[in-house]
Each structure stands twice: as C-alpha cells, then as structure tokens.
C-alpha cells in the first residue's frame, strides 16, 4: 500500500472536484446543442462521444467524496476504541476475583498480564493478543475462579471480546486500505472527466472562434472558482491516515 500511495495518480486540475462536475454539466450541455458542429469540424465528437461523455460525467456524480471515506473510517475507528474499553473494563473487573482466587500469587496475576495492562490499554495490536492470552488463561483457572464465584458469563465473555475486537480492527484497517485505493479511482474518473472536457473546449474555441460568448461557454481551465468554492481537490491519504 505505501508504494501505491508513493506513486499515486495527480489530479490534472486545479480547483475543486464539485467546481469540475459545475463546469462540465455546462460544457456537456453546449456541446450537445451544438453537436452538429463538432462532428463537421472532427468526426471523432460523433456518436458514442456524447454517450461517453454522459457516462463519465455520471461515474464523477455518484463516487464517494473523500469526506465520506473519512467519515466511515471515522466510524469503524470509534467502534474500535469502544472494544478497546470494554476489553479493559472487563479486565480490571476480573482481577478482583484473580486476587481474590490468588492472595498473594504474583506469578498467576502476571500471568493474567496485571502488569502490562495499563501500558497497552490504547494500543489495538498489543490489546488483541492481550485478550487471546487473557482468554486462555482465564479458562485454564476456571475452576479456582468459579471457587471465587467469578461469574461465568464473564468467563465466556473473555473470548467474546477478543474476538469482538480482533473483527473491528480488521474492518478498520481494511477501511483504511480502501480509501487509499478510493482515493485513487475517484481522481482517475475525476482526470477522465477533465480530460473529455478539455478536448471539448479547444475545439470549441476553434469553432467558434469569431463568437466570443459561445467561446466563454468552452472554458475550462481559465474558469474562475467562485466565492464560495474554497475547498481544494482531494489528495490521497498518507500512509498514516
């Protein structure tokens, strides 16, 4: 993936993706009312150019903003964290009965990992195998634990969560993989567009060259943003995003 991201594909515009799908509804449609002349002055504007120009517009309405990706992973990364707590909720909650089945046993409550808790509790990687661990120890003192009245429930919900976990950070990392593949399909149909309208415009500039108001409607790179068009282009993510 970080070779992916290395030599990700550049945008060929330089304003926003919503300025570029505004000019290109313009540009699609004085190009289809005057689709006669194109095709006299380039045959190759004859059908199915404006069919694949409707298409590639339409492939540049419906892909997901970059926004969207983020929110999504913003999504799966808070249902991790939410596992991560409960994961060290219920830890802490067992060690009342690890100490109380064990007064005193240092080497039993570091074999339930007492003492590294604290220092993985944010981190998702060491908490996973934390959990297939503290799992498989709580079932191999099960019964002392049981003894100590250790509800089983809790017993069963060892493996639960680790297994809840191990599911959620999955989805996480996958959802990072794919916006940083997203990122990458969407400025290649984003390009596509461009590209189509920018072979639109200088044959209509040359078409109409002696009309300057049908000469403004075939603009594309000189178009001004307006006010409100702020937002620069998407980038693909970083690595560490």
Known sequence: MANKIKNAIVRLYHFSDARLLEIMRGIKKAFSDNKIKFIQYDPNFDDPFEENLGQ??????????DDTI????????????????????????????????FPGNQAVHDEFGYNKIVSIRRNQAEMILFM???????????????AAKYPGRKLELSNTLYNKLLSSNSTQEDT??????????RIQIYNDLYLAGKDICEAGRKI??????MKKLFTIDNNKSSAADTTPPETPPTAAQ
Request: hydrophobic fraction near 30%; charged fraction near 35%; charge should be negative.
């Open 176 to 185: 990072k993989d794919s916006r940083n593949i997203s990122t990458e399909e």
């Open 56 to 65: 590639k517009l339409q492939n540049a309405e419906i892909v997901p903003s």
């Open 132 to 146: 297939k661990d503290f799992s498989a120890t709580s079932i191999k003192y099960q019964a002392e634990l049981t």
């Open 70 to 101: 983020k929110a999504s992973q913003k999504g799966k990364t808070a249902g991790v964290n939410s596992d991560m707590e409960e994961c060290y909720d219920h830890v802490m909650y067992t060690e009342r009965f690890v100490e109380r089945a």
């Open 208 to 213: 109409f060259k002696d009309d300057p108001a």
